[in-house]
């Protein structure tokens, strides 16, 4: 139930933003995801600056034949994933979910014999 100063600072927002109050709420709401998506960002950017992953690149050959040589496991990030754990944001397909990321991450930074991760051509994402 609305008092009518309520139903009074209604009106004045309407009139100064031009907007129902729905709306204002709407696009409050979407402006909080945002700042929400930069702290993410932000807070990876941090994370992965104190924690480097270290990683051994090896040429498109040498991943081959050591897949063939010692019958490795790959797992393949692509582009799309690359994405989704650096944002922290929906890719087209899959919504974030912060679970699904935090599994992902432990995956990327695996250390097992017999176990390749596979990443696309960094310099291209750039």
Do not use: W
């Not at 990683?55 to 690359?82: A, C, H, P, Q, W």
């Amino acid at each position: 139930m609305n008092t009518e100063g309520e139903k009074y600072l209604k009106t004045i927002l309407e009139k100064l933003i031009g907007l129902n109050s729905n709306m204002i709420i709407h696009r409050c709401i979407i402006f909080i995801k945002y700042i929400i998506r930069y702290i993410k960002y932000l807070r990876n950017s941090i994370l992965l600056n104190l924690n480097p992953i270290i990683v051994n690149v090896m040429t498109i050959d040498e991943t081959i034949e050591k897949i063939l040589k010692y019958k490795t496991s790959i797992v393949r990030f692509g582009d799309g994933e690359v994405e989704y754990l650096h944002y922290g944001r929906n890719i087209v397909y899959q919504k974030y979910d912060e679970k699904l990321a935090q599994y992902l991450k432990k995956i990327l930074v695996l250390n097992e014999p017999n176990f390749l991760v596979c990443l696309p051509d960094m310099d291209r994402l750039h």
